[in-house]
DNA sequence: CAGTACCG
DNA sequence: GACG
């Protein structure tokens, strides 16, 4: 699958709103996409289960996750880590499909990063009055590589920052289909969603789906 | 501190 | 009771 998949399908529906510096939001980027995206996603569910997490401080997270990819991002007690394995199963984490790796990559390219490889797909379940809490994406190898998010589902609150976690960060509302990149000099931003309202989507329910694309090697 | 609790 |  080519970024003319992605970009040039419905250009019409789709347009670009930019943040800061090495940030944009490209709004229904994976709309056109969505039943396969929806596909693909009930398969990684079915062979590694979404599950709440632990925060090396003990804390049970309220997002449900899981990865696909050679690399899972987890957390436990000891810390948070990249892992090739799914530590509740012990076997490796589903594949990346196809559909997941081309919207990734035409993602990245739309916001100016090209050659975006992923290696790395966390997957997070938001439900009603869940939350993410305010944080940095610091445990990859390097950080030349952008993030790539992307919105299924019911609509949320999100929150970009700064280089500091003191600064104030901008609400961005988010709905399905909105994809979030950034990279460069906001690779290291702080960002996080806020507690979740209560919705329902035709398609996904009444939770809201989060890809996040990193290389994580 | 990828968390909750508490308080104005 | 919602919000910061």
Partial sequence: MTFDLFAD??????????????????????LAHEAAILTALDGITGAAPLRHMITPGGFRMSVAMTNCGRYGWVTDRTGYRYDTTDPASGKPWPGMPEVFLALAQAAASSAGFDGFTPDACLINRYEPGTRLSL????????????IVSVSLGIPAVFQFGGARREDKPMRVPLTHGDVVVWGGPARLRYHGVLPLKEATHPLVGHHRINLTFRKAA
């Fill in 9 to 30: 399908a419905e250009p019409d529906r789709m347009w670009c709103e930019q943040l800061c510096t090495g940030a944009v939001v490209l709004r229904r980027f994976a």
């Fill in 135 to 146: 944080h940095q994406d610091r445990n990859e190898r390097d950080f030349d590589a952008p």
